[in-house]
């Protein structure tokens, strides 16, 4: 019994080892390394990756399949719409939640 709750503990602080190593990867050498320009280029990515790895999946799938008819894909559509035509930061978050509001509650999707 005792040994499940050390490897509990062996497991936190290899997690932790992990990372500290990977992150610290970057951080401790500082300017003495530098990554190529094609690394350099496409690290500028990573940010807009990530945002779209979790926001296209639950926009997409509503209870984990496919719909064409979701309110979350409709009200998308109308932010992107938005987002094209004008330069206002808050117009197309107030135009896809009134979107979403008249799907939900109006129409009951």
């Given at each position: ?31 003495r ?44 559509l ?32």
């Amino acid at each position: 019994m005792m040994w499940q709750g050390m490897w509990l503990w062996i497991a936190l602080v290899l997690i932790a080892a992990t990372t500290i190593v990977t992150r610290g990867s970057f951080i401790i050498p500082g300017e003495r390394v530098r990554l190529p320009p094609v690394m350099q280029r496409l690290l500028r990515y990573a940010p807009a990756a990530a945002l779209a790895a979790l926001v296209v999946p639950d926009t997409l799938l509503d209870a984990g399949e496919f719909d064409p008819l979701n309110p979350k894909l409709a009200a998308a559509l109308v932010v992107a719409a938005v987002c094209l035509r004008t330069r206002n930061p808050w117009l197309p978050f107030l135009a896809g939640m009134a979107v979403m509001l008249v799907l939900r509650k109006g129409l009951g999707w």
